[in-house]
Antibody
Framework: EVQLVESGGGLVQPGRSLKLSCAAS????????MAWVRQTPTKGLEWVAS????????YYRDSVKGRFTISRDNAKNTQYLQMDSLRSEDTATYYC???????????????WGPGTMVTVSS | DIQMTQSPASLSASLGETVTIQCQAS??????LAWYQQKPGKSPQLLIY???SLQDGVPSRFSGSGSGTQYSLKISSMQTEDEGVYFC?????????FGSGTKLEIK
């Protein structure tokens, strides 16, 4: 059974940092791309970042480029999201998701973790 | 960025009724479209990928169709457990983008 479990969320002041982790099990982690997706009541679902199987390719939404870093450790079956210079607008539930593709350039998220809440506030 | 516009924002349906949710992309996404269901307090679950391929374990009353910029999700016979919020997502180009969601309730 595929399982993804996020950790590391919490309350943090604006400008500070936080690192999220996602522990994966039930599948060959190194065979899949991974992603972070966040959700708020006002903005809905927002893709944040993706990483390729080996970690050599990373992708970010513009609003987090230069502030967030996605990474993975295939030996530990874990992916990470380092979030620096946090802003109030980064407040959201952050989901870890397994990313798969269909016929080439068609990316989707076939398994999601339960999410971890990040609140950026003074 | 590719914008995804979903409609309607909400709807209510009777048990056994056929329900259709629409999703329009701001440009051709060549069937790179996925649908998700989200229940309160839970994470989204994949229903459909590649516009029309049913994810393993998803009931066959769910189906997806469409091409170009226009896509739809159909529930052929509404069940109680189908209540929730449904999202579409384009997977063709980064940034991957989602629709704003359709809240489906039992009438």
């Amino acid at each position: 059974e595929v399982q993804l479990v996020e950790s590391g969320g919490g309350l943090v002041q604006p400008g500070r940092s936080l690192k999220l982790s996602c522990a994966a099990s039930g599948f060959t982690f190194s065979n899949y791309g991974m992603a972070w997706v966040r959700q708020t009541p006002t903005k809905g679902l927002e893709w944040v970042a993706s990483i390729s199987t080996g970690g050599g390719n990373t992708y970010y939404r513009d609003s987090v480029k230069g502030r967030f870093t996605i990474s993975r450790d295939n030996a530990k079956n874990t992916q990470y999201l380092q979030m620096d210079s946090l802003r109030s607008e980064d407040t959201a539930t952050y989901y870890c998701a397994r990313q798969d593709y269909y016929s080439g350039d068609d990316w989707y998220f076939d398994f999601w973790g339960p999410g971890t809440m990040v609140t950026v506030s003074s | 960025d590719i914008q995804m516009t979903q409609s309607p924002a909400s709807l209510s349906a009777s048990l056994g009724e056929t329900v259709t949710i629409q999703c329009q992309a701001s440009e051709d996404i060549y069937s790179g479209l996925a649908w998700y269901q989200q229940k309160p307090g839970k994470s989204p679950q994949l229903l459909i990928y590649g516009a029309s391929s049913l994810q393993d374990g998803v009931p066959s009353r769910f189906s997806g169709s469409g091409s170009g910029t226009q896509y739809s999700l159909k529930i052929s016979s509404m069940q109680t457990e189908d209540e929730g919020v449904y999202f579409c997502q384009q997977g063709l180009k980064y940034p991957l983008t989602f629709g704003s969601g359709t809240k489906l309730e039992i009438k």
